[in-house]
């Protein structure tokens, strides 16, 4: 970051401090207030980060007023529409899109290493059929680093590398697993002639009792799907993420507090959460009524998949999904599905009322991806597994870049205790 010489000047009490003022390439100056607890005494007070920048970061910017979202520079909507997911990971992971020998190695390693050990099948019959896909998933992540030793020292480049490669490879194999065993069908291995994509679609809708023909369609739109997920700058999980690896913990326990994390519906659940939403309004006379819930501040029903955190303006990857919502479900033949009608109509009543113009609440990335997955064939507990192994990328490339960075240090806040002074302690007869 640029040391832009300037300073911010905190004066209260006989206290007076000027705090060094830095400049990004893109995106606000940042306050350096490391030295403030030390030379002042005090905390700063931010609940939920919103001003608070935890990091340096060179992987994604966002401008959340302009509806911007780049990958190493690159905006989200050309990388949806010019790129593909394994080229996007690339990109995020070394910083440069690849030069076609590059691409074809990283491929070839990503598509060797989706097979899971063999005897980590025994963890999923040890839950219920009626498990959620995101219970075993974060269950079984964190589980590879029992069974991947030779990828859990972080202090080793190569088993940072190969752990990372382990996991964008194996949590598709991973994800498709959970599906199959919450329906009762036989696990389906990953193929080597397969793309990213459609081997996660075979792994998932293929049955032994006949062939499975990967629908071009299909395939491309769960590539773009993988690509509008795969990073987002300091969102909870990937916050999750780095908190965990600051500790030293091995990348896999990282991946799966990452996992736990996006679970959450104000977070990856929303997706799940909003196609759910959608189908409970189940018509567009209906909308009026969810409209003035989600405005009644006793009622603490939200429109889900609306609003975001930094998106002040459009969500550019709900954008690009909004559009392949449309091609896909064409393409599908699905006419006038019911459940799109009431998205579009609720997006286009919320937008025209002032409480969400005012709050600056778009819709974001997951309001219309429930609807493609589930025209394409996956139960809504499927859709944040999904999320999660999209944003496994994301999570390990921020990851790889803490590790790596010298300031690196655990992360440890402080708080505003609002608690009980000192007290001595009073015996039970005395209470
Ligand atoms: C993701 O951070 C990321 O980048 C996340 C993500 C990623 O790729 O990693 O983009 C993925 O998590 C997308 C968000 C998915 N979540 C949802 O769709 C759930 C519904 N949305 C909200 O719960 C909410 O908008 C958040 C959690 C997304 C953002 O919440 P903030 O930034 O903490 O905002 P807030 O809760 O302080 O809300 C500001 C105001 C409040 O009203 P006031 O108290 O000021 O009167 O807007 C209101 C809120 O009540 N509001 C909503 C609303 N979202 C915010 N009112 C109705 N419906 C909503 N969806």
Same mark, same amino acid.
């Given at each position: ?280 309004? %189940? ?5 009026? *009524?969810? @409209? =003035?819930?989600?405005?009644? /501040?006793?009622?603490?029903? &939200? ?90 990328? %994301? ?5 790889? *870049?803490? @590790? =790596?960075?010298?300031?690196? /240090?655990?992360?440890?806040? &402080? ?17």
């Amino acid at each position: 970051m640029a040391d832009t010489g300037k300073t911010a000047k905190l004066s209260f009490g006989d206290t007076e401090l000027d705090l060094p003022i830095y400049s990004p390439t893109a995106g606000p100056d940042v306050i350096d207030i490391r030295r403030l607890y030390a030379d002042a005494g005090v905390f700063t007070y931010d609940p939920g980060f919103t001003s608070t920048a935890s990091c340096d970061s060179t992987i994604t910017f966002i401008d959340g007023n302009k509806g911007e979202l780049l990958h190493r520079g690159y905006p989200i909507d050309q990388l949806a529409e010019k790129s593909h997911f394994l080229e996007v990971c690339f990109l995020l992971l070394y910083g440069e899109l690849p030069k076609a020998a590059e691409l074809e190695d990283f491929e070839a390693r990503v598509t060797n290493h989706t097979m899971l050990h063999e005897q980590m099948m025994n963890f999923f019959r040890g839950f219920r059929r009626d498990a959620h896909p995101m219970a075993i998933m974060t269950g079984v992540v964190g589980a590879m680093s029992a069974f991947y030793h030779d990828s859990t020292d972080i202090n080793d480049p190569w088993q940072r590398e190969v752990a990372s490669i382990r996991m964008i490879a194996k949590l598709p194999t991973i994800a498709a697993m959970a599906y199959k065993y919450s329906v009762g069908q036989p696990f389906v291995y990953p193929r080597n002639d397969l793309d990213y994509a459609s081997n996660f679609l075979r792994m998932c809708f293929a049955v032994p009792a006949e062939d499975y023909i990967v629908d071009p369609i299909l395939s491309r739109a769960m590539d773009r799907i993988f690509t509008l997920h795969a990073d987002h700058e300091q969102n909870a999980s990937t916050s999750t993420v780095r908190l965990a690896g600051s500790s030293g913990a091995n990348p896999f326990a990282c991946i799966a507090a990452g996992i736990a994390c996006l679970w959450g519906p104000a977070h990856g659940g929303a997706n799940q959460a909003c196609l759910e939403m959608l189908q409970e309004i %189940g018509t567009v006379d209906r909308i009026p *009524e969810y @409209i =003035a819930r989600a405005k009644d /501040k006793d009622d603490p029903f &939200r429109l889900m998949g609306f609003g975001h955190r930094v998106y002040k303006n459009f969500d550019p990857r709900a954008t690009v999904m909004k559009k392949s919502a449309d091609e896909v479900l064409d393409l599908l033949g699905v006419e006038n599905n019911p459940t799109l009608q009431v998205a579009k109509e609720l997006e286009k009543e919320a937008l025209a009322d002032p409480y969400f113009a005012d709050k600056k609440l778009f819709p974001n990335v997951d309001f219309y991806s429930g609807i493609i997955l589930e025209a394409m064939g996956f139960p809504t507990s499927m859709f944040t597994p999904i999320f999660a192994l999209s944003r496994t990328v %994301g999570w390990i490339s921020q990851w790889k *870049e803490m @590790i =790596a960075d010298p300031q690196n /240090k655990i992360g440890r806040p &402080r708080q505003l205790y609002q608690g009980e002074t000192f007290r001595d302690y009073v015996d039970v007869e005395d209470r």
